[in-house]
């Protein structure tokens, strides 16, 4: 059985793809965003990967790092933050759908997981040599 909060991560999920489809990837600073917290993130359990860091995770360490994403991204809203506290949603949905059991949801995530594998990538090869 399919649980109401799976139910709840594929639609949010969906709408973040969707967005991301209709143009956010051709904005650039959520791109950066994106590619740098998913940089802070695999650096933290040295990886080389976005695939890499979630497999190096246990189901406490996801949840963990969901609950320090829920707040960094609630300080980034109080900040007036948005592209940062997007980017991080987009990387705990992703985290979230880790355990999913539906294809669909599975297959949402692995297009999610594959725009962050993207950002990432540019992000080290574009951004982070010249922040030095």
């Not at 059985?1 to 051709?26: F, P, Q, Y």
């Not at 991204?73 to 007036?80: L, N």
């Not at 759908?97 to 990432?120: F, H, K, N, P, Y």
Request: glycine share 8%; proline share 2%.
């Amino acid at each position: 059985m399919i649980t109401e909060t799976e139910n709840k991560l594929l639609a949010d999920l969906t709408a973040v793809i969707a967005d991301l489809h209709a143009g956010g990837t051709e904005d650039g600073e959520a791109m950066f965003m994106l590619g740098a917290g998913a940089d802070r993130l695999c650096s933290s359990r040295d990886t080389q990967s976005w695939a890499g860091y979630k497999s190096a995770l246990s189901p406490a360490d996801i949840v963990a790092q969901l609950r320090q994403i829920e707040i960094e991204g609630q300080a980034a809203v109080s900040a007036e933050q948005g592209t940062r506290a997007y980017a991080l949603q987009a990387l705990a949905f992703s985290l979230a759908a880790t355990t999913a059991r539906q294809d669909i949801t599975q297959a949402g995530a692995a297009l999610l997981d594959s725009v962050i594998e993207s950002a990432l990538k540019n992000y080290r090869i574009h951004a982070k040599p010249a922040l030095g």
